[in-house]
């Protein structure tokens, strides 16, 4: 799998498991809806007190895990941060592209939107007997 493969995997699969470290180092994790954008950030929305957010502002250490339910998943990990400006507005436009629904909360601001910085990326591929397993090359930032 290539990058603008991944890219359109996520899109399709739209959700995944969400892990940041928590105050004690314990993990912490949640299902969220995911989207990313042409670049290949991961973007998801918290509520400001969520576990996740207080947990990212610490440190920003994420992993995501992406798929199982049709034998194929993609695991990631990376940095997250809560972009400001322009970049913002792209993360947001390439969540509400994905979630239009959300967009009360994105606009209404009971929502902090956070963007994924990928430095790692695995697809793997367990429906047959043997699992296929392939790094994913990403671009460099």
Known sequence: MDHSKMIDYVRGQRAGTV????PDGAPQSAYLA???TDRG???F???PDSRKVANLRRDGRIAIVVGGADGTTLQCEGAADFP???ELDRCET???TAFPEFAESIDGGGVVVLRVMLTWARF???RSGTPDLRE?????S
């Open 45 to 47: 929305d918290a509520k």
């Open 124 to 126: 793997g591929d367990f």
């Open 94 to 96: 390439a969540y509400l």
């Open 136 to 140: 994913i090359r990403l671009p460099r």
């Open 19 to 22: 892990s940041t470290i928590g």
């Open 41 to 43: 950030e991961f973007v």
């Open 84 to 86: 400001a400006g322009t």
């Open 34 to 36: 995911l989207a990313i």
